[in-house]
């Protein structure tokens, strides 16, 4: 699939953020301690930001990777879908989320 610059480096952003919240949950497991994270859903995300910013209804996720992958909106049909259930915020969640975005990024490249 053939996404622009922008969404490539959006999709990077993405992947850190979510690189970031499975690290917290190892170290919480080797220290026996709650994980410490920042999940703040569209308001963090560096895809949600450039193409489903806070109060934008029309069009929502045109142009995001994830949406072209999809074929849907808001994250539907990927593993965010159980991170938002509840209980839902897992380490295994976590890391499915991860491993989606890390296939997404594999299977896109830089339009030319």
């Known amino acids: 699939m053939e996404i622009t610059q922008q969404a490539k480096v959006a999709l990077w952003g993405s992947i850190e953020k979510w690189d970031k919240i499975v690290n917290a949950f190892r170290i919480a497991e080797r220290d026996g301690s709650d994980p410490v994270y920042k999940e703040g859903g569209q308001y963090d995300c560096p895809l949600c ?27 539907d049909g990927t593993p965010y879908e159980n991170w938002g259930a509840d209980f839902g915020e897992t380490k295994e969640n976590a890391e499915a989320m991860l491993a989606y975005l890390v296939d997404l990024n594999d299977r896109c490249e830089v339009e030319s």
């Open 49 to 75: 930001l450039k193409y489903n910013y806070p109060g934008r209804t029309l069009h929502a996720c045109l142009g995001c990777p994830i949406a072209k992958d999809t074929k849907d909106w808001g994250c």
